[in-house]
């Protein structure tokens, strides 16, 4: 019948059974072709799409570089850079980072909004007295939160005058791979290195205090922010609530008397300190301890000898439980 199963002597391999269409996914000429991402794109490390357009120079500027300050945030500090790019690689004008803070009096909490501030601050008062404007743009002293501006002509510069010799040093904020959402420690570095001086393009949009339904932008919650307010808040709920995790989690600012009501007098202090002196410090000289010596490798024939006496205490063990 039409539903009987063919005998095995009827099933040769070439007719027996048909392989169902695949559809090859990558064909060989895909794969000639096929171009790989650039490293640091592979590593997930680079926004070239970014950086492209915070590199790239109008032709009629002659070769002028953008410059760029790059903030980073690693596990334990904040890293201010101002970079320009060149073609063999980027060039380092001036960097500033939170670790260099306990010169100007904070010891603790190096990484938060506030301690980026200062880190933006310190970065942006080095490098103009590094090119000789700390004169001229004295940036902002007092702190309001408030996004400082001055139309000259056409453009808008974010300072507080335009001198009529020599404008103001503009960089553009490189963010890297961080996300920049409202309230960001990125924009706390932002605002820090403006207030110090730089024209940085930017607004209030993502500070902290901006509400984007209504579109409003309270200066007061961003400037608490920049004193460390909302940590004081944090400390004085955990004490109440739970001493123990209070004693734990605040044990470096309880180790150098630093309290909740202190801390909008310590920023300032910070703040005033950093604008005297932004200068680096100088580099400690290291001398390597010489005492330690590796030792000398071994030659072949050493290493044989050494084979060789281990054989010769194992065999003398078998011959001493064969005779027993």
């Known amino acids: 019948g039409k539903d009987r199963l063919p005998s095995s002597s009827s099933c040769h391999p070439t007719n027996s059974f048909k ?51 790059v903030v980073r945030f690693t596990n334990r500090q904040v890293i201010c850079q101002v970079a320009y790019s060149l073609i063999d690689g980027d060039r380092i004008l001036t960097s500033a980072a939170s670790t260099e803070l306990p010169r100007y009096g904070l010891n603790v909490g190096l990484k938060n909004y506030a301690a980026a501030y200062c880190t933006g601050l310190l970065c942006a008062r080095r490098l103009l007295q590094k090119v000789g404007l700390d004169d001229v743009y004295e940036g902002n002293d007092e702190i309001d939160g408030n996004v400082v501006s001055t139309q000259v002509g056409k453009t808008t510069y974010y300072v507080d005058e335009v001198d009529e010799d020599k404008r103001p040093f503009r960089a553009l904020l490189d963010v890297g791979c961080k996300t920049t959402s409202t309230g960001c420690r990125i924009f706390g570095a932002l605002k820090g290195a403006a207030d110090g001086g730089l024209d940085i393009p930017h607004s209030e949009k993502r500070f902290p205090g901006y509400d984007r339904d209504s579109k409003d932008y309270d200066a007061d919650m961003h400037r608490e922010r920049i004193f460390g307010g909302h940590v004081g808040e944090y400390m004085e709920y955990l004490e109440e609530e739970d001493n123990t995790k209070y004693q734990e989690q605040f044990a470096a600012y309880l180790k150098n008397e630093i309290e909740a009501d202190g801390l909008e007098e310590l920023y300032e202090g910070v703040h005033e300190k950093i604008r005297e002196d932004p200068s680096a410090s100088e580099k400690k000289s290291f001398s390597p301890d010489k005492s330690f010596k590796r030792k000398a490798k071994k030659t072949l024939q050493q290493r044989k000898d050494d084979v060789q006496a281990k054989k010769d205490i194992k065999n003398a063990e078998l011959e001493a439980e064969d005779s027993e």
């Open 19 to 69: 392989m169902p269409f695949v559809k090859v996914a990558h064909t060989k000429a895909y794969s000639k072709r096929f171009q790989v991402k650039f490293r640091r794109r592979r590593e997930g490390k680079t926004d070239y799409r970014q950086r492209k357009r915070l590199c790239c120079q109008a032709k009629n500027k002659y070769q002028s570089p953008k410059y760029r300050i």
